[in-house]
């Protein structure tokens, strides 16, 4: 990939570092999302299940939207 960005850009390929450590504001929103997959019923870590509830959990709201808006 490297001879492409060269050829292309007449550059390297931008270096990307990956870290493990998270600062005070995003180990904030990993916890609220922990506390919201607990709310919600869904697994840690099981993300395609997350997605099938989370959709579920829409479309049912979508559902009862519907029902008030037509009486």
Same mark, same amino acid.
């Given at each position: 990939?490297?001879?492409?960005? #060269?050829?292309?850009? +007449?550059?390297?390929?931008?270096?990307? *570092?990956?870290?493990?450590? /998270?600062?005070?504001?995003?180990?904030?929103?990993?916890?609220?999302?922990?506390?919201? #997959?607990?709310?919600? +019923?869904?697994?840690?870590?099981?993300? *395609?299940?997350?997605?099938? /509830?989370?959709?579920?959990?829409?479309?049912?709201?979508?559902?009862?939207?519907?029902?008030?808006?037509?009486?």
């Amino acid at each position: 990939m490297n001879w492409l960005m #060269k050829k292309l850009f +007449g550059k390297n390929e931008p270096q990307v *570092y990956i870290t493990s450590k /998270r600062t005070p504001e995003q180990e904030e929103m990993f916890q609220e999302q922990r506390i919201l #997959k607990d709310a919600l +019923g869904m697994e840690h870590g099981n993300d *395609y299940q997350n997605w099938l /509830r989370l959709h579920q959990i829409l479309h049912d709201h979508e559902k009862r939207l519907k029902a008030l808006e037509k009486k």
